[in-house]
Every structure is written in C-alpha cells, then in structure tokens.
C-alpha cells in the first residue's frame, strides 16, 4: 500500500460513515420513502460518491439493516449474561424491540418485507438466530416461558409487536402494551408476571 492510499481509504471510510449517518436517520424518518438524494445531500456528499458506495437504495438498505443485526446479535449475547434465564428472555426481546422503535425502515425489514435481499445479511442474522436460540432454550429448561417455544415463534411475536408499534392500530396504543400481553401469554409454569417499563 502506497502513502498515497491510506489517506484515499480513510476518506472512503468516512464517507460511508457519513452516508450511513445519514442514512439511517431519513430512513428512521420516512421509511422507503427516504431519497438518495435527500441521504447524499444530509451526508454533504455529492451524488457520485453515494453511488459509489451504494448502486441503489436497495444495497444501501441492505447495508443498514445489516449493520443493525449485528448489533442485534450483540444485543442477544449480552442477554445471555443475564443470570436468570427468564429476565435473559425478556431483555432480549425488549431489547430488539426498543431497537426498531422510531425507525420505519428497520421496522418494514423486520416484519419481513419481500423485497429485501435477507441472502446479502445471511451471515448477520445467522449469528443473531444462535444466540436467540440459546437464550430461548435456556428460559425453556428453566420453565419461565412456555416449553414449546422456539426461534420461529420469537420472530412471529417480535413481528406483531412491531406491527403494532409501526402501524399504531387506534391511533393511540403504546406497543409496549402489547409486549407485556405477549409476555403474559408466553411465561411458563416457573416465570415472573412481565412488568411494563
């Protein structure tokens, strides 16, 4: 590598940086509605250097939600240092939630929105499944959640919840209300009442 790359690379990274920044805050804001124009200018970059970075805003939503299931995954490991199994579970999926809260486009993803390539994130949504998967069994062997549930359901769920909080259904109910009947309806034998934050 020359003297002449590393400052070139620095500022390609910054660039991105930058137009993620951007990004995600049009993205939280408008959903799909966000423009690549609208990202390049918030970024205060022109249109040729988000286009080379991104193509589309297909790839540069990929690339947001991506980055954010690897800190979901983050998210799910830490939950798994969380002594009692139960209160693992709950902060975890409590966690996930209050993660997509105010972010359309993340919350559009997540409910699993057809257009979005999830093969291009496959290795970030692998290493949150297997840490949800251990989280879930170990509340499962403890029985402070129901002794059937399982990875598919902790995505139903997860979606409902965040159907609620993007749709507003009433024009007025708080998705964490729907989060504590969730849990309710989810403890087993050996589990705490959820308590709303």
Do not use: C
Not at 47 to 62: D, E, V
Not at 92 to 101: H, K, N, Q, S, T
């Amino acid at each position: 590598m020359t003297e002449i790359e590393r400052p070139l690379r620095a500022d390609a990274r910054r660039n991105r940086e930058r137009i993620m920044a951007a990004a995600g805050e049009l993205f939280a804001r408008h959903g799909r509605e966000a423009q690549m124009e609208d990202i390049a200018a918030r970024a205060g970059l022109g249109m040729g250097t988000l286009y080379r970075h991104f193509p589309n805003k297909q790839a540069l939503l990929i690339a947001m939600v991506g980055e954010r299931f690897h800190g979901m995954a983050d998210l799910a490991r830490a939950a798994e240092q969380i002594t009692d199994p139960g209160d693992a579970f709950e902060a975890m999926l409590r966690g996930y939630l209050e993660a997509a809260d105010g972010d359309a486009a993340f919350q559009l993803a997540l409910m699993g929105s057809d257009d979005l390539e999830w093969e291009r994130i496959g290795r970030q949504k692998a290493e949150f499944a297997a840490a949800v998967t251990r989280v879930i069994d170990r509340a499962v062997a403890s029985g402070q959640v129901r002794a059937d549930l399982t990875l598919a359901d902790f995505t139903v769920v997860a979606s409902g919840v965040i159907s609620t909080m993007y749709f507003k259904p009433g024009g007025h109910r708080d998705w964490r209300r729907h989060l504590q009947l969730v849990l309710d309806g989810i403890r087993g034998p050996g589990g705490r009442a959820a308590t709303l934050e």
